[in-house]
């Protein structure tokens, strides 16, 4: 799931097919220059929501002698 | 002072007083915090820790200005605004999507490369490749690679001080030492508090730098598009420029909207730039001086708020355009890195002005600190240490750390005067090309050990030479009939008939050759060197103990996948 808010900016930004044109436009600024302003704030968006739930979904478990490490799922 | 601000305001090429005297009281403040800052969460300086990474201290705050300040550069207020005005939207605006898709990025790797530095008191990229591959002649290559790449961007950072100071009218007067000698004063400063403070002072100097910046460009954007009729004005004044033809290339000046022949340029150039920036040793130096793995993930929600002043800036260069700016230099050609400051000096009262000029320098220099404390770090650490003095004690690294950072600052001082100037933002793009060959060494090793050593070393070589080659047969054609190699970092991608930007490509031919290396040198069973990391450093946090001081249980040296 984080995964997936992580890459959805990615993926958006860089088909650029999608953006390149300059209908609708919002007051005077071209769509593929409004388009993009968007995408900063949504994709801060992502990143804040991804944060929030790796750290719900994978706690810190500190490191001590004997601790077990079974996070290899994570990143 | 007010009269000569009068006369001053009606000539482009005079001097500026009142803008000059607010940029010089501004750059004398931040200097006083430049050294102050060394009693800043006071410590004795005396190890590469606490004068390169700032004792690992700094919390999601700090780090946002630190990180800000350090990866939007002078040269990023210059020259985005400045590509925009003469190239266009392919040209410039890239850099917004470019500056949107580095956030997840991030996110994803340097929390790891942090946990994992953090265990080990990595300092650089090159010591995680020397303790995750046992291989000191990868580590030398990542190190290498990174001092090279940067010095011309720290001389890029001077660039745009010497902008900066050319449309304020200074410099420029007819004997060599006259002409740049403001640039050698904003330069001794740099060097002085750099070597007195480490990283602490352009930590400091950010909080100054970003505010300048968000200031004028706030301002700047409410005021200026109203002064030269609206923004409808501004985007058909930009149409208009960029369908016109150009008589020396005979095609079009730019890309208003990029066309579909370029999308893929668009994309590569954002993506391909996007992965190569974390992977520039200033970027690394920075956050691996924040004191939590969480601090950098934090930092890539908030961060963005920079791309939006950036996308901003972006579009000043077409409101230059439309307010009919002259970016003139002061022997007289015309310089489009010019266009910024100068319409900051053409629309702004002179007082404004010298703000938005100090906001550029002081925006040049914490960047340029910073680049030359990490360039600094990598040669004490990956080859003084390394290769020369492997006994060396933490002072003795911190010394030579503060010696090398007047040398590499020396070097680009040298790149700036001598070098082409337009060669030296060649030099740029290509350095851009060369770091990304470091990155399957680092971001593949964060998460597996498969690629052999040797194989990654093959890889970063056919990158480097791949890249080197493709960046040097681009060609334009210039006034003087002859032609410049080095013009521009998109090429032909091979196989796909699309323009792409060259570090991309040279990185997927990287890739390849070290899978297939691997693949060989598996078969041959050649030793694949000892991994000092063990599983759980990669997902270590703050307060948990360093490598040195515990004593883990036998489960913690199985080997990572």
């Known amino acids: 799931m984080a995964g997936v808010l992580l890459l959805l900016p990615i993926a958006a930004l860089t088909w650029v097919g999608s953006y390149a044109r300059v209908e609708p436009k919002l007051g005077a600024f071209p769509f593929f220059i409004w388009y993009q302003f968007v995408w900063v704030f949504l994709c801060s968006g992502c990143t804040y929501g991804a944060y929030r739930l790796v750290v719900r979904a994978r706690p810190h478990r500190p490191m001590t002698h004997g601790v077990t490490h079974d996070e290899q799922a994570g990143r | ?561």
């Not at chain 2, 750099?194 to 460009?217: M, Q």
């Open chain 2, 1 to 561: 002072m007010n009269a000569l601000a009068v006369t001053a305001a009606d000539n482009h090429t005079g001097v500026n007083g009142v803008a000059l005297s607010v940029l010089i009281v501004l750059f004398l403040l931040v200097t006083v915090m430049g050294f102050l800052a060394s009693r800043w969460r006071r410590s004795e300086m005396e190890s590469l820790d606490e004068w390169g990474l700032g004792g690992r201290s700094f919390g999601t705050w700090v780090t946002w200005f630190l990180l800000g300040g350090d990866l939007y550069t002078a040269y990023t207020f210059i020259a985005v605004p400045a590509a925009m005005f003469a190239l266009g939207a392919v040209n410039g605006f890239f850099a917004v999507p470019y500056t949107i898709v580095l956030y997840p990025i991030i996110f994803v790797f340097m929390s790891r490369l942090w946990s994992v530095s953090h265990r080990h008191g990595f300092i650089t990229t090159a010591d995680f490749a020397a303790g995750r591959y046992g291989s000191r002649g990868l580590s030398l290559a990542i190190a290498v690679t990174g001092i090279l790449a940067t010095m011309p961007y720290i001389a890029l950072q001077l660039v745009g001080i010497q902008a900066v100071l050319e449309v304020s009218g200074l410099g420029g007067s007819g004997n060599v030492i006259a002409k740049d000698l403001p640039l050698f004063i904003a330069f001794a400063v740099l060097a002085a508090y750099t070597y007195a403070s480490g990283l602490r002072a352009p930590a400091l100097i950010a909080f100054v730098k970003d505010t300048l910046i968000y200031l004028v460009i706030i301002v700047a954007v409410v005021y200026i598009p109203s002064k030269v009729g609206g923004w409808d004005h501004i985007f058909t004044a930009a149409q208009h420029k960029m369908a016109t033809t150009n008589a020396l290339t005979k095609k079009p000046n730019g890309s208003y909207i990029p066309p579909a022949t370029q999308y893929w340029a668009y994309a590569t150039l954002a993506l391909g730039s996007a992965l190569a920036l974390f992977m520039y040793p200033h970027s690394i130096t920075a956050t691996l001086s924040s004191k939590s793995r969480n601090t950098i993930r934090r930092n890539s929600a908030i961060l963005p708020a920079y791309s939006f002043v950036l996308g901003l800036l972006a579009l000043l260069g077409w409101v230059a355009i439309a307010a009919g700016t002259k970016p003139i230099g002061l022997d007289g050609q015309a310089n489009p890195q010019l266009v910024v400051p100068q319409l900051f000096e053409d629309m702004f009262p002179s007082w404004f002005a010298g703000v938005a000029f100090a906001a550029i320098a002081i925006g040049a220099l914490v960047p340029a600190a910073i680049m030359a404390i990490a360039a600094a770090n990598l040669f004490t650490r990956n080859i003084y240490r390394e290769w020369f003095r492997p006994s060396a004690t933490p002072a003795q690294e911190a010394r030579v750390g503060k010696v090398v950072s007047l040398v590499v600052k020396f070097v680009a001082l040298v790149f700036v005067l001598t070098m082409d100037k337009q060669n030296a933002i060649n030099f740029q793009l290509l350095g851009g090309i060369w770091i990304l060959q470091t990155f399957p060494a680092i971001v593949f090793g964060l998460y597996t050990r498969w690629f052999h050593r040797w194989a990654l070393i093959a890889g970063w070589a056919v990158g480097m030479v791949y890249g080197t080659v493709a960046a040097y047969n681009v060609v334009k054609p210039t006034p003087g009939g002859g032609s410049q190699h080095f013009a521009g970092s998109v090429a032909l991608i091979p196989g796909l008939a699309q323009l792409g930007y060259i570090a991309l490509t040279a990185f997927a031919i990287n890739v390849i050759v070290a899978v297939v290396a691997t693949l060989v040198l598996g078969a041959l069973k050649t030793p694949t060197g000892i991994d000092a990391t063990i599983k759980g450093d990669y997902f270590a946090d703050e307060g948990d103990p360093r490598v040195i001081k515990i004593n883990p249980g036998p489960h913690e040296y199985s080997p990572s996948p």
